[in-house]
């Protein structure tokens, strides 16, 4: 699955994204969750015109052109209860007429202040059995490390849509895993069940 947005700057009270607009498309609706792996609740609905929130300053906000190409949507987390000290998930889903169509990958945002520098991101949570799910990360990451934390259940990880994706193993003890490269997603799928891991990296090109 290819990336339904992008977000083009991230700053202390503002996420400012953007999303390709698509024929038939009514509503550009944003779900958001504190991890990848619990219910995602819609925050935010765009016409295609695109979205300002009201507490953004938008004498801070670039100009794009963005006329009939792309949906801009920007926002200050807090306005919707989303605490913007903390990394969050965000969920884009199509909206045709009130019908929902299938919801974007979960993508990461982290808080400004982990944006700069090269400290160590970490996640965490639960990979489905049923099928990979697809974690677009920020940016381009490296140095990764990926570690099965169940005691029963093999791992899948990949890093391309479709791809082939490598065991990790259920062994007794931890069992992780290096990845070489700069990577912008993670997919990943329980062997047997749903499986905990968690995976740390760090950005490929801090500012």
Known sequence: MNRLFSINRRRPNIVDLYTPIVA????????????????????LDSTNIGYLDPNVNRNVI?????????VRIVFDPVSYGIDDTKAFWLQFVPVIGVIEGTPGA?????????????????????????????LDLPRRMEDFRVINEDGANGL?????????????????????????????????????GDVPFSAMFTLAFPR
């Open 24 to 43: 038939g498309v009514d509503t550009y609706r944003l779900k958001s969750a504190s991890n990848f792996d619990v219910a995602f609740v819609t925050f």
């Open 62 to 70: 670039e100009t794009q052109p963005t006329a009939g190409r792309q």
């Open 106 to 134: 979960p993508t990461l945002v982290l808080p400004d202040t982990s944006l700069h520098g090269s400290g160590i991101v970490v996640i965490h949570g639960d990979a489905p059995a049923a099928s990979p799910l697809q």
């Open 156 to 192: 899948f990880i990949g890093t391309e849509d479709g791809g082939p994706m490598i065991t990790i193993p259920a062994l007794l003890g931890v069992q992780n895993l290096g990845i070489q490269g700069v990577q912008g997603s993670l997919y990943v799928q329980g062997d047997g």
